[in-house]
């Protein structure tokens, strides 16, 4: 799955529970162009939900007013890019005040495998933004479905 000179990432992040339904469309696309920046390539995502955080976090970047949330907006990519972009990827989402706290791994290689889904292009807050179901399929029930697929492929020859 991993491309020559990359590798497998997965980016969670919280955004602030104050936002509109437009501001959040507009942020998530931040947070996508971030990882496709430097040529990164996302291959699955969730749009953000509301989130019941287990201990309230304050407000990043606002020296005079802490304001403390007790709920954020969850989500996450899945992407792969270069070691180096990484770095570059952090630091905007530093600079985002509205990422309340964010966390990048690399999977292990137990970790189910994901279905890739289409990001729906939006430009502007007035677009609405399709919210598709994934599956995430375990490895027997992918070995399952390569099996009837291989089967289709000999009976078609």
Known sequence: ME??????YELGYLLVPTLAEEAMVDEVNKIRAYLEKDGG???SFCHPETKKLA????ERGVASKKTKFGDAFFGWFRFQSTPEAISNIKDELDKNSKVLRFLIIKPSKDSPRLTIVQIPETKTA???VKREKKKIMTEQELD???DELLVKETVVK
């Open 3 to 8: 491309t020559e000179g990359t590798k497998l």
């Open 41 to 43: 390539l996302i291959t």
């Open 144 to 146: 399952k479905e390569i």
């Open 126 to 128: 007035d677009a609405s």
């Open 55 to 58: 201990y309230e976090i304050a």
